[in-house]
């Protein structure tokens, strides 16, 4: 080729791979164009000989480390985001027992010596900080541990069924929606049989109940019918089923967890036929199957979103801010609602090669490392009406620690913006205040005993039957604004007045913004910051860093 260009006509090369619009494709033996990297933007001049040196390629501008403000569309990313899921968890089956003799020479018809079938798999939850949603499980709606293996001959028993470790956030409520438990069921009937003085799980001649017994295979049907089978054993459960949390499940997990906990135990594997010799019957060619494991539906709610969440306008910067903050691909753009879900991502405060940018310890004493940020979507005036992106991103804002006001001091009166913000956040408040009022007083009136609400509680199968959780009120957490396009000209006036507003509010002559008299005030500040130009974004991570120690 006479050009180190190359350009692919009469295929979907452009259409599928647009980035390599501007790349140099230099094709290879096998006929695959290999994309040269267009990081630095330059070009290779070419060449008058064949036997001439390639030119080196050119180095990488300053402007270059400030790209990830300013992306092209090539390098967004939609984060996955999930902060509610339903789960169906079955714990493993039991395996089967087996039917088998001892067969060794001189001796024509051994005893027994099938092996009992093992246990099925356990389902585990467990809380860690390198999770921060949950979307990985809002994927998979179905989550079964392993069924037990059979039992073997020479008195061999099953293996034990795989476990399933479920990881979720920190900061996730569990909370059970139904649950499907076989043993139980064998447990009452046994105990009902019990009681009018019957012979719980009696087979009759000629009639046995085959989801139970597992026969020998090379038993003919006509002796079978003939065979007095005996009692089924009692129902069993396995050990580990003691430290299962008793129903219905209501978990907190608010803290990092070290060990899982347990969330539902195995089924018992069947027995082997050893079990049912007796004088009469040496041989038994009978065997039962295994249990089948218990079903849990239930809900994951994340209770705390993130560290620091970012409140504002549309086209305000949030994602711009997120951006500069860590090293998210959140899509940005000069349009209103660039951002249509949450995007998560995470600060680092000590990456392990030298000193750390803020010193910070967990309530637990640890040393903090890192915290999550959250940009949630835009807010308009009556957005506690459902209107624009509606009520399902207010919500996420209390499930914020720190609250962050990003105002654009281009956009007109900053202090306007940042009252238009906290008014809607009050309003969505007090909707929340009268919902939880009116779900209190229909409780009140539609009383029921305990056993009656378990049971009514077991028979909804659909996530909408369980309450709203109860967070800790929206005013009442710690918050700062932070002042974005802090850059542009005839901003410095505007900052003037929030800043004198704040001040006013911190010592009483201002009413608090949201209009509620206990109001968190204590050190209130605003931050003129740019983040395209990553301009005074190194001191949010210190303010938000005090205001989680306080």
């Known amino acids: 080729m006479s050009s180190a260009r190359c350009t692919i006509r009469g295929t979907l090369t452009p259409f599928l791979y647009p980035f390599l619009g501007d790349c140099s494709l230099v094709p290879s033996r096998s006929h695959r164009f290999v994309a040269a990297s267009r ?17 080196p390629i050119a180095d990488c501008s300053a402007d270059d480390k400030l790209a990830h403000l300013d992306p092209s569309p090539e390098s967004y990313s939609a984060t996955p985001f999930a902060d509610r899921c339903v789960l169906s968890i079955h714990g493993g089956a039991g395996g089967h027992g087996c039917v088998s003799f001892v067969r060794e020479k001189y ?27 949950l979307h990985k499980l809002a994927r998979r709606s179905l989550l079964k541990a392993g069924r037990g293996k059979n039992g073997q001959g020479k008195m061999r028993g099953g293996e034990r069924g795989a476990d399933v470790l479920i990881t979720v956030p920190v900061g996730t409520i569990v909370r059970e929606i139904s649950r499907f438990d076989p043993i139980t069921e064998a447990e009452e009937a046994y105990r009902e049989a019990e009681k009018y003085g019957e012979s719980p799980h009696e087979e009759t001649r000629g009639s046995w109940r085959r989801d139970k017994w597992l026969v020998f295979p090379g038993s003919e049907p006509s002796k079978v019918a003939r ?5 089924l054993p009692k129902p069993r459960r396995s050990i580990l089923a003691a430290v299962q949390p008793q129903a219905p499940i209501w978990l907190d997990l608010d803290k990092h967890m070290e060990t899982p906990q347990l969330l539902v135990a195995g089924a018992m594997g069947g027995m082997g036929n050893p079990h049912f010799a007796t004088q009469n019957i040496s041989r038994p060619k009978l065997a039962t199957k295994g249990d089948e494991g218990m079903q849990l539906n239930m809900q994951l709610e994340l209770k705390i979103l993130a560290d620091l969440g970012l409140v504002g306008l549309p086209n305000a910067g949030k994602s711009t801010l997120l951006r500069a903050l860590s090293n998210s691909r959140a899509r940005v753009g000069d349009w209103a609602f660039t951002t249509l879900q949450p995007n998560v991502g995470t600060v680092v405060l000590d990456n392990h090669k030298g000193r750390p940018i803020v010193n910070s310890r967990r309530r637990n004493g640890e040393l903090r490392d890192n915290f999550t940020v959250a940009d949630v979507p835009g807010l308009i005036e009556d957005a506690h009406l459902d209107k624009g992106l509606g009520l399902g991103f207010l919500r996420h804002i ?7 006001f990003v105002v654009d001091l281009s956009a007109g009166d900053a202090v306007a913006a940042l009252k238009l913000l906290w008014r ?6 007090a909707v929340r205040h009268q919902e939880l009022n009116s779900e209190t007083e229909r409780r009140m009136v539609d009383w029921k005993p305990p056993s009656e609400v378990q049971a009514a509680l077991f028979d909804n199968n659909s996530p909408e039957g369980l309450p709203e959780l109860t967070m800790p009120p929206i005013s009442s957490k710690p918050w700062f604004v932070v002042a974005s ?7 410095q006036e505007n900052f003037f007045a929030l800043q004198n507003y704040l001040a006013a509010v911190k010592k009483g002559d201002q ?21 395209i130009r990553a301009e005074g974004v190194e001191t949010v991570p210190q303010i938000v860093m005090e205001l989680l120690e306080d």
């Not at 065979?227 to 009692?231: G, S």
């Not at 396009?485 to 901003?491: C, G, I, Q, V, Y």
């Not at 009413?511 to 983040?531: C, D, E, F, T, Y």
Request: negative net charge; proline residues 12%.
């Open 107 to 133: 001796i024509e018809e051994g005893p027994p010596n099938g092996g009992d079938g093992g246990s099925g798999g356990n389902v585990y939850i467990q809380a860690v900080r390198s999770e921060t949603s």
């Open 227 to 231: 065979w007095e089978f005996p009692p």
């Open 485 to 491: 396009k802090a850059d542009l000209p005839e901003t």
């Open 398 to 404: 209390e499930r914020a620690a720190v609250l962050a």
């Open 39 to 55: 990081r630095c933007n330059s070009t290779v001049a070419p060449s008058t000989s064949s036997q001439a040196p390639p030119s």
């Open 511 to 531: 009413p608090h913004p949201s209009g509620r008299r206990n109001a968190w005030m204590k050190k209130l500040q605003a931050v003129p910051i740019s983040a």
């Open 424 to 429: 809607e956040v009050a309003e969505y408040e």
